[in-house]
């Protein structure tokens, strides 16, 4: 049993802001994924989680207590660091080992432990060499199995796959997925890639410049991002965002018009996703030359211009035409979404 409350929790060094009144309660054996582009502040709320940062203000509780003032060992927290941090001296085994050790578990059941960890994140094979005698993600996998060697309450992984491959990512993204699952431990995991977080998390958190932008499901953030920062982090493209003006109902822009909107009247920013919208023989609410064509494999890709912006359709795999050739693009009304002109924020639901 888990739970963390993160009650208001701030970190500044002097004037720089590192996180902003983060305040969150996470559910036991929940994983929980933080999302942000660097800078925002995801690594600092993992140190204060861990203990390796005190907390400027606010509380940070464990089950009910109150652990602002614990020394990291006292947290019952394993932490995998951006970088991996592994013992250079000592081998494979050693390094898994090594928390049992600082923690004074019983010597006789060290054996049996590493091995287990090593199994289950397939390093039997290497527990003799040294990290340096190993690939980028055996490294990773040898600091996954020093974080559950120790079977903690808590696990902080950040940013576990950054160093490796595009095809190692996957596999290891979904080993991890399983090992939590298999673990049944609290898991907050960070990372700045939308895919990971989606795939991994129960709940996402979207940060920016310290500050949380958005809590909630992968499919709530995709669906109903909260604004316009969040729109255009979530989802590949990211939403198209298009300034205009509102008038009845209507939402009007160069060479855009669409009817039908539930909004006030003025200037709002529209957004929606290239997979909301196709293209159209004719009389569609976008009507502008081709921007750009892109084959995707299993779609093509039609981006225009509107004013400064570029808006992207997925069209069928078949769809075929030229640069500068005018296309006509159906946007989907209900799967449009209004922001603040100004603020970004979200209008309506
Ligand atoms: N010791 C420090 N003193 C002053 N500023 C710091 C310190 N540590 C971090 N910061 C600043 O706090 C902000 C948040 O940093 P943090 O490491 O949490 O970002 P991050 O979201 O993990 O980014 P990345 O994705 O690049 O790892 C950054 O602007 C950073 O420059
Ligand atoms: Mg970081």
Same mark, same amino acid.
Request: net charge negative; glycine share 8%.
């Given at each position: 049993? #888990?739970?963390?409350?993160?009650?208001?929790?701030?970190?500044?060094?002097?004037?720089?802001?590192?996180?902003?009144?983060?305040?969150?309660?996470? #559910?036991?054996?929940?994983?929980?994924?933080?999302?942000?582009?660097?800078?925002?502040?995801?690594?600092?709320?993992?140190?204060?989680?861990? %203990?390796?940062?005190?907390?400027?203000?606010?509380?940070?509780?464990?089950?009910?207590?109150?652990?602002?003032?614990?020394?990291?060992?006292?947290?019952?927290?394993?932490?995998?660091?951006?970088?991996?941090?592994?013992?250079?001296?000592?081998?494979?085994?050693?390094?898994?080992?090594?928390?049992?050790? !600082?923690?004074?578990?019983?010597?006789?059941?060290?054996?049996?432990?590493?091995?287990?960890?090593?199994?289950?994140?397939?390093?039997?094979?290497?527990?003799?060499?040294?990290?340096?005698?190993?690939?980028?993600?055996?490294?990773?996998?040898?600091?996954?199995?020093?974080?559950?060697?120790?079977?903690?309450?808590?696990?902080?992984?950040?940013?576990?796959?950054?160093?490796?491959?595009?095809?190692?990512?996957?596999?290891?993204?979904?080993?991890?997925?399983?090992?939590?699952?298999?673990? #049944?431990?609290?898991?907050?995991?960070?990372?700045?890639?939308?895919?990971? #977080?989606?795939?991994?998390?129960?709940?996402?958190?979207?940060?920016?410049? %310290?500050?949380?932008?958005?809590?909630?499901?992968?499919?709530?953030?995709?669906?109903? $991002?909260?604004?316009?920062? !969040?729109?255009?982090?979530?989802?590949?493209?990211?939403?198209?965002?298009?300034?205009?003006?509102?008038?009845?109902?209507?939402?009007?822009?160069?060479?855009?018009?669409?009817?039908?909107?539930?909004?006030?009247?003025?200037?709002?920013?529209? %957004?929606?996703?290239?997979?909301?919208?196709?293209?159209?023989?004719?009389?569609?609410?976008?009507?502008? $030359?081709?921007?750009?064509?892109?084959?995707?494999?299993?779609?093509?890709?039609?981006?225009?211009?509107?004013?400064?912006?570029?808006?992207? !359709?997925?069209?069928?795999?078949?769809?075929?035409?030229?640069?500068?050739?005018?296309?006509?693009?159906?946007?989907?009304?209900?799967?449009?979404?209004?922001?603040?002109?100004?603020?970004?924020?979200?209008?309506?639901?």
């Amino acid at each position: 049993m #888990a739970e963390i409350q993160l009650r208001n929790i701030k970190k500044r060094w002097g004037h720089v802001v590192g996180v902003d009144n983060f305040d969150l309660t996470i #559910a036991d054996k929940e994983f929980l994924v933080l999302l942000g582009p660097s800078g925002c502040g995801k690594t600092t709320t993992m140190r204060m989680i861990a %203990g390796l940062e005190d907390a400027t203000d606010g509380d940070i509780l464990i089950d009910g207590v109150r652990v602002n003032d614990l020394e990291p060992k006292d947290r019952d927290v394993a932490m995998v660091f951006q970088s991996y941090a592994l013992y250079p001296n000592m081998n494979v085994y050693e390094n898994i080992r090594f928390p049992l050790k !600082v923690r004074g578990v019983d010597t006789a059941l060290h054996d049996e432990r590493v091995m287990q960890a090593a199994e289950r994140v397939e390093l039997t094979d290497f527990l003799d060499r040294k990290p340096a005698a190993l690939s980028g993600g055996q490294r990773q996998r040898v600091a996954l199995a020093r974080a559950i060697v120790r079977k903690p309450k808590v696990f902080l992984m950040d940013e576990p796959l950054s160093n490796l491959d595009a095809k190692l990512r996957v596999s290891t993204r979904a080993q991890i997925k399983n090992l939590s699952h298999d673990l #049944a431990a609290t898991t907050i995991y960070v990372t700045h890639d939308q895919i990971e #977080a989606m795939t991994l998390a129960d709940r996402v958190v979207v940060m920016k410049k %310290g500050v949380v932008q958005q809590v909630g499901s992968p499919t709530e953030i995709y669906d109903t $991002p909260a604004n316009t920062f !969040v729109a255009s982090f979530i989802g590949n493209p990211a939403m198209n965002l298009v300034d205009g003006e509102m008038t009845g109902g209507t939402f009007r822009a160069p060479n855009v018009e669409i009817a039908g909107l539930a909004g006030p009247d003025g200037r709002v920013t529209l %957004g929606f996703r290239a997979e909301d919208a196709s293209v159209a023989n004719a009389g569609g609410e976008i009507n502008a $030359p081709i921007y750009t064509l892109e084959l995707l494999g299993d779609a093509t890709m039609v981006s225009v211009r509107i004013g400064g912006q570029l808006v992207a !359709v997925k069209a069928d795999k078949t769809f075929r035409s030229e640069i500068g050739d005018p296309v006509s693009i159906h946007v989907h009304k209900d799967h449009c979404h209004l922001f603040h002109a100004e603020t970004g924020a979200r209008i309506g639901e």
